[in-house]
């Protein structure tokens, strides 16, 4: 199984739930489903202006923009995850404590019918390529995924974009599909557990320290 990650604020959960998944920036900003945002501004709105495509035309996935997606990273630890524990996303104050990991894998999603797509690289990206077939999953690049020290090197000016490759679901990504909520420590485990007390099925809640930079 190919897992991917998707971070957001624990006060985001409980419209998550109400919603039967995430639903993607742009229906998100519309209806203002989003509670707390730990995302840079200027990226959504780069997002929202970056077609879903080839590079030399083609077309990928249901197309669109990026913000019709819902974006998970193939790596957790991530260099935005990193902006936040810095505290250089100035919008958002709080620490990533509060920041959960929604965890699926490529195969539950194409399983499930629902449009998608992935990148070998951070999607806004002039140079980063799209694809939508799980035989190309090879063009990521798994090696600088696995590998946790993701800044640039001068012998590989290009690692962070690369470490930064995306799997993006159309639109909406379904709770069902969703089969792991990892927390940075037991205090947020029982917040998380608490949230989806009410619920008949509920992801399986585990603590990973090692995906934060504490």
Not at 63 to 81: C, H, I, K, Q, T
Not at 140 to 164: C, E, F, G, H, Y
Request: charged share 20%; with cysteine; net charge neutral.
């Amino acid at each position: 199984m190919t897992p991917i990650y998707h971070i957001t604020h624990i006060e985001n959960l409980p419209h998550i739930l109400a919603e039967g998944g995430l639903v993607c920036d742009a229906e998100a900003a519309q209806r203002g489903l989003c509670k707390q945002s730990i995302a840079y501004p200027e990226l959504k709105e780069r997002r929202s202006r970056r077609n879903v495509a080839k590079l030399f035309f083609g077309d990928v996935a249901a197309g669109g923009m990026l913000s019709d997606y819902v974006p998970f990273y193939f790596a957790n630890r991530s260099p935005m995850l990193y902006a936040i524990h810095t505290g250089h996303v100035t919008q958002y104050p709080g620490k990533e404590n509060d920041v959960v990991y929604l965890v699926s894998t490529v195969e539950a999603v194409d399983a499930s019918g629902v449009p998608w797509c992935f990148t070998n690289g951070h999607a806004v990206e002039g140079v980063t390529e799209f694809y939508d077939k799980l035989e190309d999953l090879n063009q990521v690049d798994w090696a600088v995924i696995r590998d946790w020290s993701w800044r640039n090197t001068l012998s590989d000016l290009d690692r962070k974009r690369r470490m930064q490759a995306e799997f993006l679901v159309h639109r909406k990504m379904p709770w069902n599909l969703i089969t792991d909520i990892g927390v940075i420590n037991h205090q947020m485990a029982e917040r998380v557990k608490k949230l989806g007390a009410a619920q008949a099925q509920f992801p399986r809640v585990t603590i990973q320290p090692k995906w934060y930079y504490i």
